[in-house]
């Protein structure tokens, strides 16, 4: 059974920096591609960040890029978020998910719980 466990969400402020973690289970975690979702209250989950099962490929939302940094440590089995330039408008419930192969090129099949980040203006 996989399990993603999201962690490092908070409340900050407009311009502020968080880094979000997910821990995950399974011995084969550096075979898969992972990535980062968010939801928004009243809006659809969107993507957000994902990377390829050894870190050599990104891939970034226009609304992120240059701010966000996802990256993994596949011998910790975790994959983290770095958020620089927090804007109220990514305020959300984040999500870690992990892609049913190698390369981001398919949808995740399975997701973690969620962690809330709050940015106030």
């Known amino acids: 059974q996989v399990q993603l466990v999201e962690s490092g969400g908070g409340l900050v402020q407009s311009g502020d920096s968080l880094r979000l973690s997910c821990a995950t289970s399974?011995?084969?975690?550096?075979?898969?591609?992972m990535g980062w979702f968010r939801q928004a209250p009243g809006k659809e989950r969107e993507f957000v960040a994902a990377i390829t099962w050894n870190g050599d490929m990104t891939n970034y939302a226009d609304s992120v890029k240059g701010r966000f940094t996802i990256s993994r440590d596949n011998a910790k089995n975790t994959v983290d978020l770095r958020m620089n330039s927090l804007k109220p408008e990514d305020t959300a419930v984040y999500y870690c998910?992990?892609?049913?192969?190698?390369?981001?090129?398919?949808?995740?099949?399975?997701w973690g719980q969620g962690t809330q980040v709050t940015v106030s203006s």
């Open positions: 998910a992990r892609y049913s192969s190698l390369y981001y090129n398919s949808d995740p099949t399975y």
């Open positions: 399974g011995r084969t975690f550096s075979g898969y591609a």
